[in-house]
Nanobody, 123 residues
Framework: QVQLVESGGGLVQAGDSLRLSCAAS????????MAWFRQAPGKEREFVAT????????YYGDSVKGRFTISRDNAKNTVYLQMNSLNPEGTGVYYC????????????????WGQGTQVTVSS
């Protein structure tokens, strides 16, 4: 069992930056592929980014490519999402997720989820 706790959300203006963090409870954190998803009101959960267990590979959704960066620190059991040039379409609840397998863009393939952190981008 892995517990995930997100932090760092808030209210920002368009063009601002924000950094989200996700702390994992398990000491075998390095054995898990991690990802970020977001969900806007009335919409399905959307893939944002994922990172391999070693941190050597990263993949992004088309809407955030070039603006967001996912990273991880296995010594701190933490994964990050640096979000730059935010726009109102980035508003939603951001979720951290983990799975023991390889990277995936599909929410259903992740076993562990955090409670989410709200990000609101005003225009």
């Amino acid at each position: 069992q892995v517990q995930l706790v997100e932090s760092g959300g808030g209210l920002v203006q368009a063009g601002d930056s924000l950094r989200l963090s996700c702390a994992a409870s398990r000491r075998t954190f390095s054995g898990y592929t991690m990802a970020w998803f977001r969900q806007a009101p009335g919409k399905e959960r959307e893939f944002v980014a994922t990172i391999t267990r070693s941190g050597g590979g990263t993949y992004y959704g088309d809407s955030v490519k070039g603006r967001f960066t996912i990273s991880r620190d296995n010594a701190k059991n933490t994964v990050y999402l640096q979000m730059n040039s935010l726009n109102p379409e980035g508003t939603g609840v951001y979720y951290c997720a983990g799975r023991p397998g390889t990277t995936s863009r599909r929410p259903a393939e992740y076993d562990y989820w955090g409670q989410g952190t709200q990000v609101t981008v005003s225009s």
